[in-house]
């Protein structure tokens, strides 16, 4: 008997010396951890109708009625020429700009993701068939529906009606692709329907791929960058385009790691802005999406490591202890909105599972998971865990 107590307690050291990456992590229920929060502002969000870009418009945009309108963020009239081109401030955002198709397209970012995570939650109908709603409404009706290109947005008075950095607004139409390859499995939608929102996300990847804005916005050397691919890779996914999403792989392997991870597994491009924290989080965010998508035992970019190291398991290594304790970043703080982060991000669950990190699903259980604050809605665009981590496992068997 005392053997065996002594071959238990030889265990129980040998694995608390085990590094914690190491260890098998705890079970995690996702669904039933994020059961209350889901059901609750699902419940709020089905009486509420569509809103999308034809409701309101600017006399500032060149586009029609269907296209999307943003202004760049940080311009601003010029005190010495106010009539004239804006002038830059970087990391702060001018109030007065127009926003309002930007907060339309957040606001179905947020509640067609609640809304179909509650009906795969509870199976009732009438969460999917309000979500349905708001797909018809942006991407079907012919009178409300929103063109399927970005060519006004973020524009600049007295310089451009229209900018590739204007892409990044649609990173909002990512967990909104999601939800609608989980929606499949409902009847809100039909075959045609589907059909037809499968070609509006076609048409835009084919903008999104081939026009100027386009080619700007995937050449881009920092955030703007990795989140062209992120978007292209959840675009295809939805729309089974495996040329795109075998193309966006080799992307993130030969393009974003090189060149915006250093070899500590910061991001420089971000570190040198005005909000480092935020613009760091954001990319990491982005980054781990791709790999989340994109990752099959074939080719997981959750491994992939260039020959000196630099992978996503060095970026998240990186931040992570300053997700745990913020006052230990070593740069000043951003500008604006920097007690509002760290949120319950992504990158923490999604790299929990996919590297066996049980202190960052520990870490993602306890940060804040939504808020009401605009700044951090528009840079937090995966909010449901619910509607991602089944897909990764049908990923990995795949």
Known sequence: MLKVRLLILLGTVLLACLPVAAQKPSVLDVKAFDRERVLKAAREYLSEPPITVTASTSPRSAGGPHDFFSEGDYWWPDPKNPGGPYIQRDGMSNPDNFTDHRRYLMRLSVQVPALVAA?????????????????????????????????????????????????????HLVEVAR??????????????????????????????????????????????????????????????????????????????????????????????????YGYSLFNLEAMTTICQILSTPEDNLWTFELQDGRGI???????????????????????????????????????????????????????????????????????QPVLWIEFASHNRRA
């Open 119 to 171: 009906w795969k939650i509870t199976g009732d109908a009438r969460y999917a068939k309000h979500a349905a709603e708001h797909l018809r409404a942006w991407f079907l009706n012919k009178r409300t529906r929103m063109n399927p290109s970005l060519q006004y947005a973020q524009a600049i008075h007295g310089i451009t009606t229209g900018r590739g950095t204007g892409i990044i607004d649609t990173i």
């Open 179 to 276: 939800a609608i390859e989980v929606l499949q499995g409902s009847n809100a939608l039909t075959k045609d329907e589907l059909a037809g929102i499968k070609k509006w996300f076609t048409d835009y990847l084919q903008w999104m791929t081939t026009s100027k804005n386009g080619i700007d916005e995937r050449d881009a050397k920092n955030n703007h960058g990795t989140c062209w691919v992120m978007q292209v890779a959840a675009f295809a996914h939805l729309a089974g385009n495996q040329e795109l999403m075998n193309y966006c792989r080799t992307r993130f392997k030969t393009v974003l790691i090189p060149n915006q991870e250093a070899q500590d597994g910061s991001f420089p491009q971000e570190l040198r802005r005005t909000k480092p």
């Open 313 to 383: 398991r060095k970026a998240v290594e990186y931040m992570f202890p300053y997700m745990r304790d913020k006052k230990s970043w070593p740069l000043k703080p951003d500008v604006m909105y920097d007690k509002e982060w760290p949120m319950r991000q992504s990158s923490l669950l999604f790299a929990g599972l996919a590297l066996n990190h049980p202190d960052y699903i520990e870490l993602w259980k306890r940060l804040p998971a939504d808020s009401t604050v605009e700044e951090v809605i528009r840079n937090f665009f995966i909010r």
